[in-house]
């Protein structure tokens, strides 16, 4: 029997797990991208992930289908594990598990959902449902979407993790939202991940959430890191800088996801993409000179003024 | 920071205008030879609202009842609700407005469509033929394939627009609660799909406000025709 990451975590052997990284290719982490430590199991995942908000919500469109397929292949080859989504989301988490079946990559998949929904009772049977859509033996993450009906989610949600079911518990918040109550929450509840948003024009986490989560030992997922496409197709119209170099991004996308990932808090930056060529420059971004204090201020203050 | 305040309506909005293309296109493709069935039904409705308005007062309800709860089962409930969580509410709010209709059919009044024939004014066909007859044009005509065509009695904005411009012909009092639902429909489909950039949001948006003072205007001269000695 093959044993894989999700195995060995369940036994309670983080170490080993840690070793066996999180993918195929995770072994040549050389060769691969930028991995980054999930500080409460040690398990390693590499710094650029997936999101699938509007871009996997396609239906049952065969070609559409087809071509997100594509998009997951050309993710898995570059390196890339975390894709992340949400029963919000439409038919994303079923077409995430079209292309997991399709590519044999289920094993291989750092799976991140969310629970979403008001009634208290329901998370257990919406991950179950989720779960099933995706085809993935468990989550390695479920996320309290939004902090909606956060109490009694993250109860089930910690039960499921000490049953062994789940292998970490986190929540989520996007647009600048309820910084204070996730703030809260990040001192109170022994949480493993928090979901924000974080780029070179939305710095609110940087005051207090980004370094609560570094002292409290917290991942952190980064959600619109192009603002939901707006930030990317704006600076799309500028000439990329001759700076970009010095931190060997050559696209505007590539010079947005290393300032997200230069930050030392963050642990994975999630975009969404339609294309091929796109999600390979996103996780090729997780590389390599990242830029430093300095450099990072360059990009927020060349990016304000575009 | 007021959490509501931060929301814009594309936030709400969870698919691409690509995939509501497609949507549109593989429902065509399932249902290929209705379009031309729900064409027949438009131009019968007219013809019989003109040639035969006695008859037309339960024949079109029919129409109408059946097309809603069409639109309601085969597009909203089955393929909208896919991509569009709201869908799923719209497909009932659809069901309901059809089965209303089919009760109305069975008043001897029915919905009392009076299409001035004769001195029909252009505005009032333009208002009428739009949704029934030309909006499946708006694709093409915008650089979308034929594929995408939105046919009257067969997907949900073509349909909410045609009844509107029927209803703003009718007599029966009822009218203003079977525009509820449509109106509703249009605003918000019309809100969500512009923030695609899809070119049939600006139809409807456009149409809808004409198609509603219609049906005052029309409403105001029948209340003063009613009370005049
Ligand atoms: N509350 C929450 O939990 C929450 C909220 C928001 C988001 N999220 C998660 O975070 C993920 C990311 O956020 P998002 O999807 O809203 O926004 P995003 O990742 O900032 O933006 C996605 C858009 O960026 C474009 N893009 C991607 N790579 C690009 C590149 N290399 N160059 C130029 N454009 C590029 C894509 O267009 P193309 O298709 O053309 O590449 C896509 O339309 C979501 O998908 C979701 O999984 C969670």
Redo the contacts with the bound molecule.
């Keep these: 029997m093959k044993t894989n990451r999700r195995d060995l975590l369940k036994l309670g052997v983080a170490a080993g797990a840690a070793a066996l990284g999180p993918l195929r290719v995770g072994a040549q982490e050389t060769s691969g991208p930028l991995m980054r430590s999930i500080p409460s199991s040690d398990v390693r995942i590499p710094a650029v992930g997936?999101?699938?908000?509007?871009?996997?919500n396609v239906g049952d469109d065969p070609v559409l289908l087809a071509s997100c397929a594509d998009v997951m292949e050309a993710f898995f080859a570059a390196g890339g594990t975390v894709i992340?989504?949400?029963p919000?989301?439409g038919s994303?988490q079923a077409t995430i598990g079209y292309g997991l079946e399709k590519l044999n990559r289920s094993d291989d998949v750092f799976a991140a959902d969310?629970v979403w929904t008001r009634d208290s009772d329901a998370g257990a049977s919406q991950l179950e449902l989720s779960r099933s859509r995706w085809g993935v033996p468990d989550f390695d993450l479920a996320?309290v979407?939004?902090l909606l009906a956060w109490e009694p989610h993250l109860e089930t949600l910690f039960a499921m993790k000490q049953a062994g079911s789940l292998l970490h518990v986190g929540i989520?918040?996007?647009?600048g939202?309820r910084h204070g109550e996730m703030e809260a929450i990040m001192g109170s509840q022994p949480i493993d991940f928090v979901?924000l948003?974080y780029?070179p024009v939305d710095r609110e986490a940087e005051e207090r959430l980004l370094p609560m989560a570094r002292e409290r030992g917290i991942a952190v997922?980064?959600?619109?890191?192009?603002?939901?496409?707006?930030?990317?197709?704006h600076l799309?119209r500028e000439p990329l800088p001759d700076w970009a170099t010095d931190i060997g991004a050559s696209?505007?996308?590539?010079i947005i996801?290393k300032y997200i990932l230069s930050h030392s808090a963050v642990t994975c930056?999630?975009?969404?993409?339609?294309?091929i060529?796109?999600?390979q420059?996103?996780v090729r971004?997780a590389s390599d000179p990242l830029p430093d204090e300095a450099m990072r201020q360059r990009i927020a203050d060349h990016i304000r003024s575009v | 920071m007021n959490e509501w305040l931060s929301y814009r309506l594309s936030d709400f909005v969870m698919f691409?205008a690509r995939v509501y293309e497609r949507q549109i296109e593989l429902y065509n493709r399932e249902f290929a030879g209705l379009q031309i069935l729900a064409l027949c039904l438009a131009v019968t409705m007219i013809w019989i609202c003109l040639r035969r308005p006695t008859l037309a007062n339960r024949i079109v309800p029919v129409i109408l009842g059946l097309g809603w709860l069409w639109v309601a089962w085969s597009f909203l409930w089955r393929r909208y609700a896919e991509i569009n969580l709201l869908a799923e509410y719209a497909a009932i709010a659809f069901a309901l407005e059809g089965a209303a209709f089919l009760v109305l059919a069975l008043r001897k009044r029915g919905v009392a469509v009076q299409l001035p024939s004769a001195s029909m004014s252009s505005l009032a066909l333009a208002v009428i033929a739009l949704p029934l007859f030309f909006y499946p044009l708006i694709a093409p005509l915008t650089g979308s394939p034929i594929a995408a065509a939105e046919f009257f009695l067969m997907t949900p904005d073509p349909t909410a627009l045609g009844t509107l411009a029927i209803l703003a012909f009718s007599g029966t009092r009822l009218r203003w609660l079977l525009m509820i639902a449509p109106t509703l429909w249009c605003a918000l489909s019309a809100a969500m799909l512009w923030t695609l950039d899809l070119p049939s949001s600006r139809v409807l948006a456009a149409a809808l406000p004409v198609v509603l003072i219609l049906a005052v205007v029309r409403g105001l001269r029948r209340t003063s025709a009613a009370s005049s000695p």
Excluded: C
Excluded at chain 1, 221 to 233: I, K, M, T, W, Y
Excluded at chain 1, 269 to 275: D, S, V
């Design positions: 997936l999101g699938s908000w509007i871009t996997f992340d989504s949400s919000m989301y994303s969310k996320q979407h939004n989520t918040t996007s647009h939202r979901q948003t780029n997922l980064v959600n619109r890191p192009f603002r939901g496409g707006s930030l990317a197709d799309a696209s505007w996308a590539q996801l930056a999630i975009p969404a993409t339609t294309r060529d796109h999600v420059e996103n971004a | 691409s």
